[in-house]
Protein backbone atom coordinates (compact mmCIF):
# COMPACT_ATOMS: atom_id res chain seq x y z
CA UNK A 1 0.00 0.00 0.00
CA UNK A 2 1.50 3.78 -0.97
CA UNK A 3 2.51 5.81 2.03
CA UNK A 4 3.80 9.65 2.48
CA UNK A 5 7.13 9.27 3.87
CA UNK A 6 9.17 11.83 5.42
CA UNK A 7 12.71 12.44 6.24
CA UNK A 8 14.66 12.73 8.56
CA UNK A 9 12.86 11.47 11.12
CA UNK A 10 14.62 13.61 14.00
CA UNK A 11 16.13 17.00 13.61
CA UNK A 12 18.21 18.60 16.23
CA UNK A 13 19.05 22.28 15.00
CA UNK A 14 20.50 25.10 16.89
CA UNK A 15 18.65 28.25 16.82
CA UNK A 16 18.63 30.51 14.03
CA UNK A 17 19.70 27.74 11.92
CA UNK A 18 17.39 27.00 8.66
CA UNK A 19 16.00 23.54 8.38
CA UNK A 20 14.54 21.87 5.65
CA UNK A 21 11.83 18.60 6.24
CA UNK A 22 11.25 16.29 3.14
CA UNK A 23 8.14 14.62 2.67
CA UNK A 24 7.48 12.24 -0.36
CA UNK A 25 3.82 12.20 -0.65
CA UNK A 26 1.38 9.17 -2.39
CA UNK A 27 2.22 9.39 -5.90
CA UNK A 28 -1.49 10.33 -7.53
CA UNK A 29 -2.03 12.77 -4.74
CA UNK A 30 -2.51 16.35 -5.76
CA UNK A 31 -3.08 18.10 -2.59
CA UNK A 32 -0.39 18.32 0.12
CA UNK A 33 -0.48 19.85 3.71
CA UNK A 34 1.90 20.34 6.30
CA UNK A 35 0.61 20.16 9.97
CA UNK A 36 2.14 20.00 13.42
CA UNK A 37 1.98 18.93 16.93
CA UNK A 38 3.35 20.54 19.84
CA UNK A 39 4.75 17.89 22.54
CA UNK A 40 1.63 17.59 24.21
CA UNK A 41 -0.93 19.44 22.16
CA UNK A 42 -3.38 18.62 19.65
CA UNK A 43 -2.37 18.45 16.45
CA UNK A 44 -2.28 22.13 14.01
CA UNK A 45 -2.51 23.19 10.30
CA UNK A 46 0.10 25.10 8.34
CA UNK A 47 -0.39 25.24 4.92
CA UNK A 48 -2.10 23.49 2.20
CA UNK A 49 -0.28 23.38 -1.88
CA UNK A 50 -2.17 22.46 -4.36
CA UNK A 51 -1.13 23.01 -8.71
CA UNK A 52 2.38 24.32 -7.76
CA UNK A 53 0.90 26.88 -5.24
CA UNK A 54 0.00 27.70 -1.51
CA UNK A 55 -3.90 27.72 -1.13
CA UNK A 56 -4.28 28.39 2.38
CA UNK A 57 -2.07 28.61 5.58
CA UNK A 58 -2.50 29.18 8.80
CA UNK A 59 -1.64 32.42 11.26
CA UNK A 60 1.34 30.12 12.20
CA UNK A 61 2.94 30.00 8.59
CA UNK A 62 4.88 33.58 8.92
CA UNK A 63 7.25 34.60 6.81
CA UNK A 64 10.19 32.19 8.32
CA UNK A 65 7.94 29.35 6.69
CA UNK A 66 8.18 28.22 3.00
CA UNK A 67 7.12 24.87 0.66
CA UNK A 68 8.20 23.94 -2.42
CA UNK A 69 7.44 21.10 -4.71
CA UNK A 70 11.30 20.89 -6.32
CA UNK A 71 10.77 18.27 -8.52
CA UNK A 72 7.16 16.49 -9.07
CA UNK A 73 7.85 14.36 -6.34
CA UNK A 74 9.34 16.11 -3.39
CA UNK A 75 7.04 18.47 -0.66
CA UNK A 76 9.62 20.42 1.41
CA UNK A 77 9.35 21.98 4.25
CA UNK A 78 11.66 25.13 5.15
CA UNK A 79 12.02 27.18 8.20
CA UNK A 80 14.80 29.72 7.54
CA UNK A 81 15.73 30.87 11.26
CA UNK A 82 14.45 28.28 13.53
CA UNK A 83 13.23 29.33 17.05
CA UNK A 84 13.30 27.58 20.27
CA UNK A 85 9.12 26.83 19.87
CA UNK A 86 9.47 25.62 16.67
CA UNK A 87 10.80 22.45 18.18
CA UNK A 88 7.78 19.97 17.39
CA UNK A 89 7.02 16.71 15.31
CA UNK A 90 6.15 17.86 11.87
CA UNK A 91 3.79 15.30 9.53
CA UNK A 92 3.55 15.76 6.29
CA UNK A 93 -0.48 14.61 5.02
CA UNK A 94 -1.67 14.36 1.09
CA UNK A 95 -5.07 13.60 -0.60
CA UNK A 96 -6.46 12.31 -3.99
CA UNK A 97 -9.13 15.07 -3.28
CA UNK A 98 -9.83 17.72 -0.83
CA UNK A 99 -13.54 16.80 -0.22
CA UNK A 100 -14.04 12.75 -0.38
CA UNK A 101 -11.05 11.15 0.39
CA UNK A 102 -8.98 11.23 4.08
CA UNK A 103 -5.69 12.71 4.34
CA UNK A 104 -2.78 10.23 4.23
CA UNK A 105 0.02 11.63 6.97
CA UNK A 106 3.54 10.30 7.35
CA UNK A 107 5.16 9.10 10.12
CA UNK A 108 6.42 12.74 11.17
CA UNK A 109 9.80 14.36 11.51
CA UNK A 110 10.35 15.11 15.14
CA UNK A 111 12.38 18.83 15.18
CA UNK A 112 14.11 19.80 18.09
CA UNK A 113 15.69 23.36 18.08
CA UNK A 114 18.20 23.80 20.95
CA UNK B 1 -16.53 28.20 13.72
CA UNK B 2 -15.56 24.30 12.27
CA UNK B 3 -14.23 22.26 15.78
CA UNK B 4 -14.55 18.67 17.64
CA UNK B 5 -14.16 18.23 21.01
CA UNK B 6 -12.82 15.46 22.76
CA UNK B 7 -13.66 15.56 26.51
CA UNK B 8 -12.03 12.77 28.28
CA UNK B 9 -8.10 13.26 28.34
CA UNK B 10 -7.55 9.56 28.81
CA UNK B 11 -9.69 6.17 28.78
CA UNK B 12 -8.60 3.33 30.74
CA UNK B 13 -10.29 -0.10 30.19
CA UNK B 14 -9.61 -3.75 30.96
CA UNK B 15 -8.97 -5.79 27.90
CA UNK B 16 -11.99 -7.92 26.25
CA UNK B 17 -14.12 -4.97 27.07
CA UNK B 18 -16.01 -2.69 24.88
CA UNK B 19 -14.90 0.63 24.45
CA UNK B 20 -15.85 3.57 23.87
CA UNK B 21 -13.70 7.25 23.22
CA UNK B 22 -16.23 10.25 22.65
CA UNK B 23 -16.21 12.94 20.02
CA UNK B 24 -18.62 15.73 19.59
CA UNK B 25 -18.15 18.01 16.81
CA UNK B 26 -19.59 21.49 15.82
CA UNK B 27 -19.50 22.35 12.52
CA UNK B 28 -22.04 24.50 9.46
CA UNK B 29 -23.11 22.22 7.06
CA UNK B 30 -22.63 18.65 6.21
CA UNK B 31 -19.53 17.28 8.43
CA UNK B 32 -16.81 14.96 7.26
CA UNK B 33 -15.34 13.40 10.49
CA UNK B 34 -12.68 11.59 10.99
CA UNK B 35 -10.86 9.30 13.47
CA UNK B 36 -6.99 8.70 13.64
CA UNK B 37 -4.53 6.77 15.88
CA UNK B 38 -1.41 7.83 16.81
CA UNK B 39 1.15 5.20 18.29
CA UNK B 40 4.30 6.22 20.52
CA UNK B 41 6.94 7.56 17.86
CA UNK B 42 4.79 6.95 14.92
CA UNK B 43 2.61 8.89 11.93
CA UNK B 44 -1.22 9.43 12.16
CA UNK B 45 -2.88 6.41 10.92
CA UNK B 46 -5.98 6.75 8.99
CA UNK B 47 -9.28 4.79 10.97
CA UNK B 48 -12.37 5.52 9.50
CA UNK B 49 -14.32 8.30 8.27
CA UNK B 50 -18.10 9.65 7.62
CA UNK B 51 -18.88 11.60 4.68
CA UNK B 52 -22.47 10.37 4.21
CA UNK B 53 -25.04 7.03 4.18
CA UNK B 54 -25.52 4.80 7.34
CA UNK B 55 -24.61 6.07 10.89
CA UNK B 56 -22.24 3.22 11.95
CA UNK B 57 -19.47 3.75 10.13
CA UNK B 58 -16.95 0.51 10.42
CA UNK B 59 -12.71 0.93 10.35
CA UNK B 60 -9.77 -0.56 10.57
CA UNK B 61 -8.74 -3.17 13.45
CA UNK B 62 -12.30 -3.48 14.34
CA UNK B 63 -13.17 -0.28 15.19
CA UNK B 64 -16.13 1.57 14.47
CA UNK B 65 -17.96 4.70 15.02
CA UNK B 66 -21.39 6.10 15.03
CA UNK B 67 -22.11 9.42 14.22
CA UNK B 68 -25.35 10.92 15.98
CA UNK B 69 -26.43 14.24 14.20
CA UNK B 70 -29.19 15.18 16.70
CA UNK B 71 -26.18 14.93 19.72
CA UNK B 72 -23.36 16.01 16.88
CA UNK B 73 -21.35 12.98 18.20
CA UNK B 74 -18.95 10.80 16.48
CA UNK B 75 -17.86 8.12 19.28
CA UNK B 76 -15.48 5.41 18.44
CA UNK B 77 -15.99 2.02 19.65
CA UNK B 78 -14.40 -1.54 19.48
CA UNK B 79 -16.89 -4.21 21.09
CA UNK B 80 -13.63 -5.97 22.72
CA UNK B 81 -10.44 -4.42 23.45
CA UNK B 82 -6.90 -5.24 23.09
CA UNK B 83 -3.57 -4.28 24.36
CA UNK B 84 -2.17 -3.18 21.71
CA UNK B 85 -5.49 -1.04 21.03
CA UNK B 86 -3.38 1.01 23.59
CA UNK B 87 -2.61 4.90 21.91
CA UNK B 88 -3.26 8.20 21.34
CA UNK B 89 -6.85 8.75 18.90
CA UNK B 90 -7.91 11.96 17.28
CA UNK B 91 -11.30 12.71 16.36
CA UNK B 92 -11.28 15.45 13.55
CA UNK B 93 -13.53 16.87 10.90
CA UNK B 94 -12.43 18.68 7.87
CA UNK B 95 -12.97 22.12 7.28
CA UNK B 96 -15.38 22.75 4.14
CA UNK B 97 -15.33 26.70 4.52
CA UNK B 98 -11.50 25.72 4.17
CA UNK B 99 -10.21 26.11 0.19
CA UNK B 100 -8.14 23.10 0.96
CA UNK B 101 -10.29 21.56 3.06
CA UNK B 102 -8.00 21.73 6.33
CA UNK B 103 -8.75 18.70 9.14
CA UNK B 104 -9.33 20.31 12.53
CA UNK B 105 -7.95 17.77 15.12
CA UNK B 106 -9.53 17.56 18.39
CA UNK B 107 -7.42 17.56 21.57
CA UNK B 108 -6.79 13.64 21.42
CA UNK B 109 -7.70 10.88 23.83
CA UNK B 110 -4.92 8.07 25.46
CA UNK B 111 -6.57 5.10 25.56
CA UNK B 112 -5.08 2.88 27.90
CA UNK B 113 -5.84 -0.96 27.59
CA UNK B 114 -4.55 -2.85 31.00
CA UNK B 115 -4.35 -6.73 30.62
Known amino acids: EPEVTQTPSHQVTQMGQEVILRCVPI?????FYWYRQILGQKVEFLVS????????KSEIFDDQFSVERPDGSNFTLKIRSTKLEDSAMYFC????????????FGPGTRLTVT | AQSVAQPEDQVNVAEGNPLTVKCTYS??????LFWYVQYPNRGLQFLLK??????LVKGSYGFEAEFNKSQTSFHLKKPSALVSDSALYFC?????????????FGSGTRLSIRP
Open chain 1, 49 to 56: FYNNEISE
Open chain 2, 27 to 32: VSGNPY
Open chain 1, 93 to 104: ASTRDRVSYEQY
Open chain 2, 92 to 104: AVRDMRSSASKII
Open chain 1, 27 to 31: SNHLY
Open chain 2, 50 to 55: YITGDN
